[in-house]
């Protein structure tokens, strides 16, 4: 099995910015690739950013030049650098990861439980 768990979720003000953290671990042989959802009061859950093993970060055009998407391969973790906060951005941020536990294992596809992102004066 492997756990994501996300952390960095707050309170900011509009124009603020945030960074949010997902930590991969457990049976993990390689991650191809480590992305970030969202989900909005009243909204379904969408794509936010994403980025492959390897390739280019590719980012939802509502986030595009505010949002960076990095990872520490060596920790297995994921960052989610959030600038210049809109009132839209106001969502539970998921983590997801795709994983092989072994040489031969199928990809599967891991979620976290999400953190708290409210953007508010």
């Known amino acids: 099995q492997v756990q994501l768990v996300e952390s960095g979720g707050d309170l900011v003000q509009p124009g603020g910015s945030l960074r949010l953290s997902c930590a991969a671990s457990?049976?993990?042989?390689?991650?191809?690739?480590m992305s970030w959802y969202r989900q909005g009061p009243g909204k379904e859950r969408e794509f936010v950013a994403d980025?492959?093993?390897?390739?280019?970060?590719t980012y939802a055009d509502s986030v595009k030049g505010r949002f960076t998407i990095s990872r520490d391969s060596a920790e297995n973790t994921v960052y989610l650098q959030m600038n210049n906060l809109e009132f839209e951005d106001t969502a539970v941020y998921y983590c997801?990861?795709?994983?092989?536990?072994?040489?031969?294992?199928?990809?599967?596809?891991?979620w976290g439980k999400g953190t708290l992102v409210i953007v508010s004066p």
């Open positions: 997801n990861a795709a994983v092989r536990a072994g040489r031969w294992a199928a990809i599967q596809d891991f």
């Open positions: 980025l492959t093993t390897p390739g280019s970060p």
């Open positions: 457990g049976s993990i042989f390689e991650i191809n690739a």
